[in-house]
């Protein structure tokens, strides 16, 4: 594998994703409200302008890491760091949207001229596009971060990690049309908001923003044991087809919960072995395992 690594396919996603969402945005209410300042920032907007800036960059950053191929293989715990991140940006980024919403339509609301019929149509296709992908994304990294709800859930979420970082396209293009319209989502959001930001001459706010993300990021990580990986646990499958680890983070979550548990990861219990292996390793040794068999 080389780095950079270039997907042509890939690109061509982004390429298409983003010259549809910025024209729609460009041609919708949207855009206008941007060129005529309607959308002025209050301070409550700065805050949300700041931590939307900071948190796209982030997303940005690993999700480019990802597409171009800087790491072949990573940490399992990832999905639970990463993905989790990406879901609370998506939540920020949804307020503030409605902000940013609320703004552009209130400016409209006042004015006395109708509204074109382009403009609108182009409103509603941004909105229906928007809320399309943002709900494909969403049902995407929750059913990663529910790896263990099936033996099957667990197989396909190492697979598509795998080919995500490996820059395998997987069926149907399946795994780049997620990886690259996913990189695409917070592009848009990461740019309006430094474009927001810039009017007021508040990027220092976002510079802010970012400190405070990547320090408490820093001290979430420096938490986490890597270092403590004894043998792989036994990996079984409960009557429910429920994924059962007996690492002893997940066996006291068992007892203390009296259900089976895996990928195990709180104060009371600990962290379960299997969210410190890598995505390779755990494949590896996972399917090859008599539980990996019976998929095939």
């Known amino acids: 594998m080389t780095f950079p690594r270039f997907s042509v396919v890939g690109g061509l996603i982004l390429t298409l994703y983003l010259t549809s969402i910025i024209y729609l945005f460009d041609m919708s209410l949207y855009g206008d409200s941007l060129r005529s300042d309607a959308m002025v920032p209050s301070s409550y907007s700065t805050f949300l302008n700041s931590f939307t800036a900071a948190s796209s960059l982030l997303n940005v950053a690993s999700h480019s890491g990802v597409v171009l191929g800087a790491l072949n293989d990573t940490y399992v715990i990832s999905i639970l760091i990463g993905v989790g991140f990406d879901v609370m940006t998506r939540i920020l980024q949804l307020i503030w949207w409605m902000d940013i919403t609320w703004s552009s339509f209130f400016r409209e609301a006042l004015s006395t001229e109708m509204i074109d019929e382009m403009k609108l149509c182009s409103t509603v296709g941004f909105l229906a596009v928007l809320t399309t992908i943002y ?3 969403m049902i995407i990294h929750v059913r990663a ?3 263990n709800a099936s033996v099957e ?44 930001l810039k009017r007021r001459q508040e990027l220092w706010a976002a ?8 320090t408490i990021s820093y001290v979430a990580l420096s938490r986490i044991p890597f270092n403590k990986l004894d ?14 680890c007996s ?4 066996e006291r979550r068992t007892k203390r919960k009296s259900k089976d548990s895996s990928f ?3 104060i009371h219990d600990g962290i379960c ?10 494949s590896t040794n996972y399917l090859s395992s008599s539980l990996g068999k019976k998929l095939g």
């Open 145 to 147: 971060l529910r790896l």
């Open 207 to 214: 510079f802010r923003a970012l400190v405070f993300l990547i």
């Open 135 to 137: 709900t494909y994304h």
């Open 247 to 250: 690492c002893s983070a997940c």
């Open 264 to 266: 195990t990861f709180n």
């Open 153 to 196: 859930r667990l197989n396909n979420v190492l697979i598509g990690a795998l080919n995500n970082l490996r820059g395998i396209p997987g069926e149907h293009f399946n795994d780049h049309i997620f990886a690259y319209t996913d990189l695409g989502a917070h592009l848009l959001p990461l740019g309006l908001s430094v474009v927001l």
């Open 231 to 244: 043998s792989i646990p036994r990996i079984d499958e409960s009557a429910r087809g429920k994924v059962i």
């Open 273 to 282: 072995i299997l969210w410190l292996y890598s995505f390779e390793n755990l």
